[in-house]
Structure formats: structure tokens, C-alpha cells
């Protein structure tokens, strides 16, 4: 039975992601790690002590019979590439396969995020992979902070329809909108249906991470 490890830095995305995970097959079985200190060490740029931690949850997954592990959080992704090299079992970012989809396929892009500490490694990772796709894309941003305040207030309501009307707004001047982070996903049921087809989120690439399974 193939074995697939979930980081996590926050509980708020577990559910969604478990479900995503799930539809690959009841043979699929998941380990999942949190340690919601991660983004506190972010938020204060260290580093070292972010390294440290992730190295320490990914071993141990490796220890309970993982497979591949999947870091969910993409304001953590760009210490994937200084990790993997430690560790025995695949490493990888949830974000990645959304991007290079969309980098692929389309010319004007939008990324809609909530979290400050989204928006530098999105963009980085946007850029590395139309650099290494050799492919020259337009992309427009939209940090909707004032959502994230309001979420943090318990506002799940209005942090919605901001993230909403965000994506709504950039679907007027692109082909598609991403959603940078898992915790926004669950807006894409209230988009606008006749629109709602080109909102994506990492969930929806779930299965080009598993495939690393066969």
C-alpha cells in the first residue's frame, strides 16, 4: 500500500487536502505531520530553526513508511529545494504542478493570495518555471490582505467575498486565476459559474503529485 506524507503548517487546510489525497484510491494511505510554528519562525526570518523543523517532520515521516511527501504550505515551498537533498523520500511542493500547467498553457496569468508570506515565493517560483519552460508569461497579482486581517477576525464571510470579487476582477484582463494558497480553495464553489471553470487551485493538481507514486 503506497504511503503518501502531508506537511503541514497550519490544521485549516487538513480536511481539504486529506479529501484531494483520498480521491487517488482507498490504497493511498496518508501520514499527516503539523507544526504551526513554522510560520511564526517565518514571519521573523529564521531560517535555520524553518530548515531544521522541516527536515525533522519529513524524517519522520520517512520513519512511519512514507513514500512521498508533499509540503502543503506554499509560503514554505522555496526550502524544498535545500531539504530534498537530506532525505531519502521524494520531497515535494504542492504549488508546483498548478504552475507549470499554467505556464504551459496560457500567456496571461493571474495568482490571487491572501498571506503576505505567499507572495515572494509564488512569484519565485512562477519565474523559475517559465525560465526553465523557456516560456514568457504575463502575470498579474493580487494580495488581498485586507481578507487575511478579516479571516483572522473570524470574518470568514467578508474574507470570502474579497477573495472573490479579486478573482472575478483579474478574470477580466486574464485566461486563468490561480489561488496560491490551499486555506482560499474552498472559494471557487462561489465564483461566478460562468467563469468558475478557469479558477484552480493546487487541489486540482493532486494527482501529477501522486503519479510520482507508480
Known sequence: MPTVGLIHSTRLIIDAVHRAVSQAGPEVKIIHTLDEGLLKCLQKEENYRITRRLIAMAEKLEEDGADLNILTCSSLSPYVDEIRRNLRTPLLKIDEPMIEWAVRNHQKIGVVMT???TYEPTTDLLQEVAGRLDKEVKVEYNLCE???SRLNYGDVQGHDAM?????????RE????LLAQISIARVIEQVNPEVRERVFSSLNF????LARLE
Do not use: D, G, K, R
Open 163 to 171: 477573495v472573490i470579487e479579486a478573482v472575478e476582477t483579474l478574470l
Open 146 to 148: 485586507q481578507a487575511f
Open 174 to 177: 486574464v485566461e486563468v486565476v
Open 115 to 117: 498571506n503576505p508570506t
Open 206 to 209: 493532486i494527482n501529477t503529485l
